[in-house]
């Protein structure tokens, strides 16, 4: 069983950065995808970047494209996500999660559900300051 824990929310003024860790334990790391999904209040939890495997594959929304990019270093079993030029709607839990597949994007978008995502993390609230 895949346990994920998410660090580095926090209240950040419109047009900063800040950077989010999640780090994964139990086996084979780097056998499969991970995903940054977001839930501002009141909405539904939408995906907003993704790595593959490698890292060699990403996915983005549009909303952040740009803006975010996602990362991983297999090594020390830990996904990024680097979000620049924040602003007030990027204000969410920020929860990352995998499906165990090698590319996640592809079950997210072809199903339009988080159902396939099996293991999430606890969330890291970021707020943005107008």
């Known amino acids: 069983q895949v346990q994920l824990v998410e660090s580095g929310g926090g209240l950040v003024q419109a047009g900063g950065s800040l950077r989010l860790s999640c780090t994964a334990s139990g086996p084979s790391f780097s056998t499969y995808s991970l995903g940054w999904f977001r839930q501002p209040p009141g909405k539904v939890r939408d995906l907003v970047a993704a790595?593959?495997?490698?890292?060699?594959?990403?996915y983005y929304s549009d909303s952040v494209k740009g803006r975010f990019f996602i990362s991983r270093d297999n090594a020390k079993n830990t996904l990024y996500l680097q979000m620049n030029n924040v602003k007030p709607e990027d204000t969410a839990v920020y929860y990352c999660?995998?499906?165990?597949?090698?590319?996640?994007?592809?079950?997210?978008?072809?199903?339009?559900?988080?159902?396939?995502?099996?293991?999430w993390g606890q969330g890291t609230q970021v707020t943005v300051s107008s």
């Open positions: 999660a995998t499906d165990l597949s090698t590319t996640c994007w592809y079950s997210y978008t072809w199903s339009g559900t988080i159902s396939p995502f099996t293991s």
């Open positions: 790595s593959s495997w490698s890292g060699g594959g990403t």
